[in-house]
């Protein structure tokens, strides 16, 4: 049995490659894998390339700089890591690969559940409400900051109150904002501010730093204590995209210690603007309300001399008439408006009524079968005038029209051979003679060449 080699579907390897990938990414939803990174790869693209494997396997993956540029850690060989990853072909090697959209280490999902649990719980207590937060002193005089003493946090803090309100006086709670005192030592030094009541607002603040370091600001003893406070606390922990259980507590957060130091402070430039501003404009309404007054007692002097009480009467009733001609004419505008409007709809109405999209598309149809029988009937037309004059020409060189005329065609009996010429026979010869009509079987008696001989 023989096959067809035009009848086989011969795949080529980049299209076998393709359709896998195909297959593969819609067989997969995007999915989470734990294993350890190896064979760690750092382009100057900015791109990470590595395996990630177990103790039985292993395979190939791809991190992509927009998605690497928002790990909050710096991976490295030996690292055991969770991912979510979508499953993919890498069609020029054939390999089977993950692309990686997040990762992290294996550890931090717990922390995340843990973080994701204690932040519904106090949300349902109603300590996210933004009813219960507290509004910031416009003025503060005193600005309590809750942070490292060693920290940049506190430097950013002082130099941007001594820029914008060199006015307020700055007291320092001193505490550590990481590892295993930090929490203990931030609620002492909440606490403390809290008894002395000697500050009008608090800066809650620590500069940028990993997700572990950040966490004892995700304590819950801490938050309830923001939460309990009387004096208005600010939160001011880490970078703009980091986000603590404090951040959500605070009765404001601020994206760096810096922010939070202007969103307590205002800025004496601006006040100082302001104020002579104000000035300005008070020395200016004073002088246009006193010459307003002097103008107005002025008027109401010649009004209270010439204005009689019918003359009064006779005003009022005026105005009256005004504004009932004003009343009726807003009435008649405001119908001819509604009225436009309702015409408006309604000509929207019938234009999308499907009646007439039915109309319409009818007709069209209707065109168009006019259109295709007559071009169907012009061109059987000209295909019939084709036909005609080609069957005239036929006929025209046809050799039956020749034999028609009285001719006719003498061939030898013998071999078939057309005569066209005298000589070409001899005295007894046998001939077939073809008329338009039959044929004849003829002898010859006597030959008459074009020279006259027999």
Not at 18 to 31: A, D, K, M, Q, T
Request: charged share 25%; aromatic share 4%; net charge positive.
């Amino acid at each position: 049995m023989s096959i067809d080699t035009d009848q086989r579907d011969v795949y080529s390897v980049s299209r076998l490659n393709s359709e896998l990938r195909y297959v593969l990414e819609g067989s997969f939803p995007l999915i989470w894998i734990e294993g350890e990174i190896s064979n760690l790869s750092t382009p100057r693209s900015g791109h990470l390339y590595f395996s990630l494997k177990d103790g039985h396997a292993q395979i190939r993956c791809a991190l992509f700089r927009n998605r690497r540029n928002l790990l909050r850690f710096q991976p490295r060989d030996g690292d055991q890591v969770l991912a979510r990853v979508r499953v993919t072909l890498y069609e020029p090697r054939g390999d089977c690969q993950l692309i990686v959209e997040h990762m992290e280490p294996a550890g931090a999902g717990s922390q995340r559940a843990a973080f994701e649990r204690l932040k519904a719980l106090l949300q349902s207590e109603g300590l996210f409400d933004s009813a219960r937060k507290k509004p910031l002193p416009a003025f503060p005089t005193r600005i309590g900051v809750i942070t490292s003493p060693s920290g940049a946090a506190l430097r950013d803090i002082l130099h941007v109150l001594r820029r914008r309100f060199p006015a307020a006086e700055v007291v320092l709670y001193p505490s550590a904002v990481q590892g295993e005192e930090a929490i203990s030592q931030l609620r002492r030094a909440l606490a403390t501010a809290e008894a002395r009541h000697e500050v009008d607002v608090i800066i809650l603040a620590r500069g940028g730093g990993a997700e572990e370091d950040l966490a004892v600001f995700n304590d819950e003893g801490l938050a309830r204590d923001i939460a309990a406070a009387r004096i208005p606390i600010v939160s001011a922990v880490g970078h703009e995209t980091d986000f603590t259980i404090a951040d959500f507590v605070a009765d404001r957060r601020a994206p760096t210690p810096s922010a939070a130091a202007e969103l307590v402070s205002p800025d004496r430039t601006a006040l100082a603007n302001q104020c002579r501003h104000y000035e300005q404009r008070l020395t200016l309404l004073s002088r246009r309300r006193l010459g307003d007054a002097r103008l107005a007692l002025r008027q109401l002097e010649r009004r209270l001399q010439r204005v009689h009480p019918h003359a009064r009467l006779n005003q009022q009733q005026q105005r009256l008439d005004e504004l009932e001609q004003r009343l009726n004419r807003s009435i008649r505008q405001i119908l001819a408006t509604l009225q436009e409007r309702l015409h408006h709809r309604i000509q929207r109405l019938i234009a999308l009524h499907p009646g007439r999209r039915i109309a319409f598309f009818r007709s069209a149809l209707d065109n168009l079968e006019r259109r295709l029988t007559s071009a169907m009937v012009h061109r059987l037309e000209s295909w019939q005038s084709q036909l005609n004059a080609l069957a005239r020409q036929l006929h025209a060189v046809s050799p039956l029209a020749t034999l028609e005329r009285g001719y006719s065609i003498v061939l030898r009996a013998d071999d078939g051979s057309l005569v066209t010429d005298a000589a070409q026979v001899a005295k007894g010869d046998d001939l077939d003679v073809r008329m338009a009509r039959g044929r004849l079987a003829a002898r010859v008696t006597g030959v008459d060449s074009e020279d006259g001989d027999s």
